[in-house]
Nanobody, 126 residues
Framework: EVQLVESGGGWVHTGGSLRLSCVTS????????IGWFRQAPGKEREGVSC????????YTPDSVKGRFTISSDTLKTTLYLQMNGLKPEDTAVYYC???????????????????WGKGTLVNVTS
């Protein structure tokens, strides 16, 4: 059973930084994409950074490029999202997700994944 548990959310002032973590278990696929999504109140879910497991290829949309960085530990059991230069519009629930298969990471990052964590709330105050 795939389990994804996010942590690291909280309150931060504009311009501040946070690092989110996602501890994974049960991810036994030969190929998969893992990533971070967010959903703000009244808005659609948005993929903010994704990584292909086989070679570490990443995808980050222009909306957060240069501010958000995805990484994982060497055992690939914990995924991180380093967020710098946070803005009030980054306020959202952030989710970790996994999608089975070997594709360009931008595809599941744009269209969604198979398995989801329960999310962690990030609040950026001005």
């Amino acid at each position: 059973e795939v389990q994804l548990v996010e942590s690291g959310g909280g309150w931060v002032h504009t311009g501040g930084s946070l690092r989110l973590s996602c501890v994974t278990s049960g991810v036994t696929f030969d190929h998969y994409t893992i990533g971070w999504f967010r959903q703000a109140p009244g808005k659609e879910r948005e993929g903010v950074s994704c990584m292909r497991s086989s070679d570490g290829t990443t995808y980050t949309p222009d909306s957060v490029k240069g501010r958000f960085t995805i990484s994982s530990d060497t055992l690939k059991t914990t995924l991180y999202l380093q967020m710098n230069g946070l803005k009030p519009e980054d306020t959202a629930v952030y989710y970790c997700a996994v999608d089975q298969g070997r594709v360009d990471p931008s595809v599941p990052c744009r269209y969604g994944m198979d398995y989801w964590g329960k999310g962690t709330l990030v609040n950026v105050t001005s």
